[in-house]
């Protein structure tokens, strides 16, 4: 569902995992935030050195120059902009 769907009003997508390249995150998130919307994305990484995940989350942060914070134990999830 990453690519080729296009839906109106969507405002949060989640990555359950982490996708194998920067490419197909930016086709993950770009779901959300569509005409003229703003969107969120939450992805849940799971840090292992035998994982590709951490190198994953440096490539995507250095490729489209953002940093991906940690979801804090008190997140406000009134701060998600789902207008």
Do not use: C, W
């Not at 969507?10 to 982490?18: K, Q, S, T």
């Not at 005409?35 to 799971?46: A, D, E, R």
Request: proline share 1%; charged share 35%; glycine share 4%.
């Amino acid at each position: 569902m990453a690519r080729g769907i296009d839906i109106e009003r969507v405002n949060l997508v989640i990555n359950y995992d982490m996708p194998e390249t920067s490419d197909t995150y930016l086709h993950r998130v770009g779901r959300a935030g569509r005409y003229k919307t703003k969107g969120n994305s939450i992805s849940f990484v799971l840090e292992d050195k035998e994982s590709k995940n951490t190198e994953i989350l440096e490539e995507i942060q250095n490729r489209f120059v953002v940093k991906i914070e940690e979801l804090k134990d008190n997140f406000d999830a009134k701060r998600l902009a789902l207008v």
